[in-house]
């Protein structure tokens, strides 16, 4: 089987360092697998899920918030600006963010940076999306 290193990286720390036959990740122009690792690329990423496929067969969801993937040296890095297991996320905590966001986003007030708001409300968006979509698929 093909596999190869990959590596998830947070300011927090690593979150992931394993042997992977893919990892799926939301580029900036859309969601792509890298699947082998014949070339070497880097691509910024946006708001969105994070899926790993273990070489053990596993599969592994993250939510993650931008930042790049590089496959270089036969080894898949991923730096993150934030990044979280999908068992890790608070969906109360994201809830609190999204009604915070939509406020923000409703007031009238010219001081509220609007495309921070909207920011916000896509992670928050994004993490209650995905632990939904893994509490269906794991009950
Ligand atoms: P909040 O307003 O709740 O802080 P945010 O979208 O502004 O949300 P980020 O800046 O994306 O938060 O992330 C800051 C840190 O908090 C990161 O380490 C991220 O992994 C973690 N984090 C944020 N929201 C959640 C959540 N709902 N569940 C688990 N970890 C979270």
Redesign the pocket.
């Known amino acids: 089987m093909n596999s190869f290193k990959a590596q998830i990286l947070?300011?927090?720390g690593s979150i992931f360092d394993d042997e992977v036959s893919g990892v799926k990740v939301p580029g900036e122009m859309g969601s792509f697998e890298v699947k082998t690792l014949h070339a070497n690329i880097i691509s910024s990423l946006e708001v969105g899920d994070i899926l790993v496929r273990k070489a053990t067969g596993e599969e592994q969801y993250f939510?993650v918030?931008g930042g790049f993937v590089e496959v270089v040296d036969s080894k898949l890095t991923l730096l993150a600006?934030?990044?979280?297991p999908v068992d890790?996320?608070?969906?109360?905590?994201?809830k609190?963010?999204k009604q915070?966001a939509k406020e923000r986003l409703d007031a009238e007030d010219p001081e509220i940076d609007k495309t921070r708001a909207r920011k916000?409300l896509e992670?928050?968006e994004d993490?209650i999306k995905l632990s939904a979509y893994f509490n269906l698929n794991n009950q």
């Open positions: 947070t300011p927090e939510a918030t600006e934030a990044a979280e890790e996320i608070d969906v109360e905590r994201a609190e963010a915070r916000a992670r928050a993490r």
